[in-house]
């Protein structure tokens, strides 16, 4: 079946350092793999997407590389602000669907 | 363009009840989906619509229906409301075959 699995939180960092949320997935086919951002109180926000093997998704800074040989999808950013401090949720589409399976999400917190 | 909006925002039923949440899709956007986000969890698909019909349902029970009108609005409807189902109810419109969905704020329903 389908499914993915990201790292558990949350993950408590200072302003400027470096993140990487890991993130891996099992699924037949070809999916379409996605990073969803949710602050406090809101819905989901597109953050980036990836289509193909290699592909590389990128927004505000952040990216994320699909590799299909490690089945992974790994969300960075170089220098992360307190702004970024919200739940991230990775997420893969099967081939041929508009349907959306979700990761646990990770909760980011960034301190000044 | 607007987005996705979705009403109630928040809502208190009892058990046993039947609730209808509502979606209204971003423009343009033809395929509309619901998610069920329990408490520190991951969204979890129930189904989804195009041009009127399901496209396609995750595992919940019967008494979760769903209905999308001609213009492209969205109904959830649950009936024998249990305690479980409290939860963050997320509407999604997508244009179909693009796979990037664009998510309402919720519905925040409790049941007591």
């Known amino acids: 079946g389908n499914s993915v699995t990201q790292m558990e939180g949350p993950v408590t960092l200072s302003e400027e350092a470096f993140l990487t949320i890991n993130c891996t997935y099992t699924?037949?086919?070809?999916?379409?793999l996605f990073w969803y951002v949710q602050y406090p109180g809101e819905g989901l926000q597109l953050l980036l997407k990836?289509?193909?093997?290699?592909d590389k998704g990128s927004n505000k800074g952040f990216e994320a590389t699909y590799r299909k040989e490690t089945t992974s999808f790994h969300l960075e950013k170089g220098s992360v602000q307190v702004s970024d401090s919200a739940v991230y949720f990775c997420?893969?589409?099967?081939?041929?669907?508009?349907?959306?399976?979700f990761g646990t999400g990770t909760r980011l917190q960034v301190f000044p | 363009e607007t987005g996705v909006t979705q009403s109630p925002t928040h809502l208190i039923k009892t058990r046993g009840q039947q609730v209808t949440l509502r979606c209204s899709s971003q423009s343009g956007h033809n395929t509309v989906s619901w998610y069920q986000q329990a408490l520190g969890q991951g969204p979890q698909f129930i189904f989804q619509?195009?041009?009127?019909?399901?496209?396609g349902r995750g595992n919940f029970p019967p008494r979760f229906s769903g209905l999308q009108f001609p213009n492209y609005s969205s109904e959830l409807n649950v009936n024998a409301l249990e305690l479980d189902d409290s939860a963050l109810y997320l509407c999604?419109?997508?244009?179909?075959?693009?796979?990037?969905?664009?998510f309402g704020q919720g519905t925040r329903l409790t049941v007591v």
């Open positions: 699924a037949t086919g070809y999916p379409s």
């Open positions: 999604a419109s997508s244009l179909k075959g693009q796979g990037e969905a664009f």
């Open positions: 619509y195009y041009r009127e019909e399901e496209n």
């Open positions: 997420a893969l589409s099967p081939y041929n669907t508009d349907k959306l399976i």
């Open positions: 990836a289509t193909k093997a290699d």
